[in-house]
T-cell receptor, first 113, second 114 residues
Framework: EPEVTQTPSHQVTQMGQEVILRCVPISNHLYFYWYRQILGQKVEFLVSFYNNEISEKSEIFDDQFSVERPDGSNFTLKIRSTKLEDSAMYFC???????????FGPGTRLTVT | AQTVTQSQPEMSVQEAETVTLSCTYDTSENNYYLFWYKQPPSRQMILVIRQEAYKQQNATENRFSVNFQKAAKSFSLKISDSQLGDTAMYFCAFMKLDGNQFYFGTGTSLTVIP
């Protein structure tokens, strides 16, 4: 199974600060995804990324979020000005594209205070 | 819109016994994919099994099998000969045909009791 690592495992930040969550997939998969899971709630889709651009995004993924793959390996999720409600577990995933299973990383727990 | 419902927040099963986790979904799509993912306490989700809606035959993977009832929009997971390592949160997930995103249920926390 493809390996996906995420850093940091836990990030604590103050409201209004910018955070960057990193994902390092070790595979040749071309599709990248971010999901989040607020404590006690469902895992929710944020965005999919293919060929260096967003292919699909949810209503949650508003202007304060952005993604990029700056060096061809790391896949990052940036939250520009964090809010308390951004506190959640953020999961990166990779896959072969539509219709295929996705492989998830261990997640980054983001705590906004 | 697609919704996935898992009505059993917590379940337990004796080691070596069989347990069935329920999942129902709502969609107007005719072709789609269904998945079960397992999230052990280490938090990384792992694919357990996948089902294509156009296939009538239920998917099986070793001790894991599904009961897919398309008309009823039901997709339950059966775990046979439960092992301690099966203790985890189990998520049912839906993906539209040619879709990129999963729609997850709220999960069922399964505990295997020795």
């Amino acid at each position: 199974e493809p390996e996906v690592t995420q850093t940091p495992s836990h990030q604590v930040t103050q409201m209004g600060q910018e955070v960057i969550l990193r994902c390092v997939p070790i595979s040749n998969h071309l599709y990248f995804y971010w999901y989040r899971q607020i404590l006690g709630q469902k895992v929710e889709f944020l965005v999919s990324f293919y060929n260096n651009e967003i292919s699909e995004k949810s209503e949650i993924f508003d202007d304060q979020f952005s993604v990029e793959r700056p060096d061809g390996s790391n896949f990052t999720l940036k939250i520009r000005s964090t809010k308390l409600e951004d506190s959640a577990m953020y999961f990166c995933a990779i896959g072969q594209g539509p219709n295929y299973e996705q492989y998830f990383g261990p997640g980054t727990r983001l705590t906004v205070t | 819109a697609q919704t996935v419902t898992q009505s059993q927040p917590e379940m337990s099963v004796q080691e070596a016994e069989t347990v069935t986790l329920s999942c129902t979904y709502d969609t107007s799509e005719n072709n789609y994919y269904l998945f079960w993912y397992k999230q052990p306490p280490s938090r990384q989700m792992i694919l357990v099994i996948r089902q294509e809606a156009y296939k009538q035959q239920n998917a099986t993977e070793n001790r894991f099998s599904v009961n897919f009832q398309k008309a009823a929009k039901s997709f339950s997971l059966k775990i046979s000969d439960s092992q301690l390592g099966d203790t985890a949160m189990y998520f049912c997930a839906f993906m539209k045909l040619d879709g990129n995103q999963f729609y997850f249920g709220t999960g069922t926390s399964l505990t295997v009791i020795p």
